[in-house]
């Protein structure tokens, strides 16, 4: 089945600095890249995804990239504010919407 | 946020005892989810359903069942509970159908302690 990792298991900057979080997956079959973020004793929620057909997708401060050759992808986040830190998750799927997760990334912003 | 919610938030039991958590929703979703959460494991799916009376394995289903008689509910059932399932639990339901994006919604999840 799919598997999903996820690098770095923590990430540190300065507010106003950028961010990259980078995942890789196995099956090639997978063609949705959804990212989500977890705030302290939260819920996960959708931040932004892509689906096999694009190579990168933007929204204001965050975009991902695709590299389907490579079956890698990965979150950028750039002019990050406190509220940035977090928990993200990168995940894959192919079918049914049955998502994988990566392990996740610990983001702290420090102002 | 989506209407989902889980229950009990909180559960302390011994080991060796059957528990139940409960999902519901009400937006009437084809898709839910159970996954647990734990460090440095991030989200593992356990299983998942995909209409009622229909469920499927996920990547970590050893020890758990599921059950799915109606839309709105989805149990998830540890038949005799041990120590390595202590977790967060989080229940998630997701519409692939009449445009939905396919985007999860998570509940606020379950905290179950084995002891």
């Known amino acids: 089945g799919e598997n999903v990792e996820q690098h770095p298991s923590t990430l540190s900057v300065q507010e106003g600095d950028s961010a990259v979080i980078k995942c890789t997956y196995s099956d090639s079959a997978s063609n949705y890249f959804p990212w989500y973020k977890q705030e302290l004793g939260k819920r996960p929620q959708l931040i932004i995804d892509i689906r096999s057909n694009v190579g990168e997708k933007k929204d204001q401060r965050i975009a991902v990239t695709l590299n389907k050759t490579a079956k890698h992808f990965s979150l950028h986040i750039t002019e990050t504010q406190p509220e940035d830190s977090a928990v993200y998750f990168c995940a894959a799927s192919k079918r049914e919407n049955k998502l994988i997760f990566g392990a996740g990334t610990r983001l702290a912003v420090h102002p | 946020d989506a209407g989902i919610t889980q229950s009990p938030r909180h559960k302390v039991t011994e080991t060796g005892t059957p528990v139940t958590l409960r999902c519901h929703q009400t937006e009437n979703h084809r898709y839910m989810y159970w996954y647990r959460q734990d460090p440095g494991h991030g989200l593992r799916l356990i299983h998942y359903s995909y209409g009622v009376k229909d469920t499927d394995k996920g990547e970590v289903s050893d020890g758990y069942s599921v059950s799915r008689s109606k839309t709105e509910d989805f149990l998830l059932t540890l038949e005799s509970a041990t120590s390595s399932q202590t977790s967060v639990y989080f229940c998630?339901?997701?519409?692939?159908?009449?445009?939905?994006?396919?985007?999860?919604?998570f509940g606020e999840g379950s905290r179950l302690t084995v002891l």
């Open positions: 998630a339901i997701s519409d692939l159908t009449g445009g939905g994006t396919g985007e999860l919604f």
